[in-house]
């Protein structure tokens, strides 16, 4: 005879679809429902900082583009300051969402090119953008990071913490002068490494 449990059952879980753009960014669905989207929009011409242009796409186990996913952007200043710590800059949002264009499954965001931040023990991080992804299909918004090609991300202790130093590779964009392409893989031979915050 089976023991009856004495606690709930878990329940199934749940994806953030089929909606998602609908729900975080109703105007690249093609809804005119608010005057300003949160997170998007230019930033002040006066926010200290070389401006810098990341493009890319995020692309599913099976090689396409996934074109319903929102990006959530998180980055210090160019002194690498966050919000709230005195001296950083005024007007700097320090985040932004970005979705990629319907047709191609690109994806572009303007910002400035980030500060060296301290890390745990008052280690440097090198310069990065956090990401965070949702889209329909994934049950948990994915975690990860973006690097610069031409920044000395040596030292950087949570790209450390990676063991296979191809790995790192994933989070790393290529180019120079302002302008970087970084690709997201969810799944597949050259998916990104995605952290457990």
Same mark, same amino acid.
């Given at each position: 005879? *089976?023991? @009856?449990?004495?606690?709930?059952?878990?329940?199934?879980?749940?994806?953030?679809?089929?909606? *998602?753009?609908?729900?975080?960014?109703?105007?690249?669905?093609?809804?005119?429902?608010?005057?300003?989207?949160?997170? #998007?929009?230019?930033?002040?011409?006066?926010?200290?900082?070389?401006?810098?242009?990341? &493009?890319?796409? *995020?692309?599913?186990?099976?090689?396409?583009?996934? $074109?319903? *996913?929102?990006?959530? !952007?998180?980055?210090?200043?160019?002194?690498?300051?966050? @919000?709230?710590?005195?001296?950083?800059?005024?007007?700097?949002?320090?985040?932004?969402?970005?979705?990629?264009?319907?047709?191609?499954?690109? #994806? &572009?965001?303007?910002?400035?090119?980030?500060?060296? !931040? @301290?890390?745990?023990?008052?280690?440097?991080?090198? @310069?990065?953008?956090?990401?965070?992804?949702?889209? $329909?299909? +994934?049950? &948990?918004?994915?975690?990860?990071?973006?690097? #610069?090609?031409?920044?000395?991300?040596?030292?950087?202790?949570?790209?450390?913490?990676?063991?296979?130093?191809? $790995? $790192?590779?994933?989070?790393?964009?290529?180019?120079?002068?302002?302008?970087?392409?970084?690709? +997201?893989?969810?799944?597949?031979?050259?998916?990104? !490494?995605?952290?457990?915050?």
């Amino acid at each position: 005879m *089976v023991q @009856p449990l004495s606690y709930l059952k878990e329940t199934p879980s749940q994806t953030a679809g089929p909606y *998602v753009h609908i729900g975080l960014a109703p105007g690249a669905a093609g809804f005119d429902i608010y005057d300003h989207e949160l997170g #998007f929009g230019p930033m002040p011409d006066d926010v200290p900082g070389d401006r810098i242009r990341i &493009t890319g796409c *995020v692309f599913d186990g099976m090689g396409s583009p996934v $074109r319903d *996913v929102l990006i959530e !952007v998180w980055q210090a200043d160019a002194a690498g300051l966050y @919000p709230g710590q005195p001296g950083s800059a005024e007007g700097f949002r320090h985040w932004a969402r970005v979705v990629p264009d319907f047709d191609t499954g690109m #994806f &572009t965001l303007d910002t400035i090119r980030p500060g060296v !931040v @301290p890390g745990p023990g008052g280690r440097p991080q090198a @310069p990065h953008l956090s990401l965070w992804l949702v889209a $329909r299909g +994934i049950n &948990t918004g994915l975690q990860t990071r973006m690097y #610069f090609t031409d920044q000395d991300n040596g030292a950087d202790p949570v790209l450390n913490l990676i063991e296979q130093p191809h $790995r $790192r590779l994933t989070l790393i964009a290529d180019g120079a002068d302002g302008h970087y392409h970084f690709d +997201i893989h969810l799944q597949g031979e050259k998916e990104t !490494v995605f952290l457990d915050v």
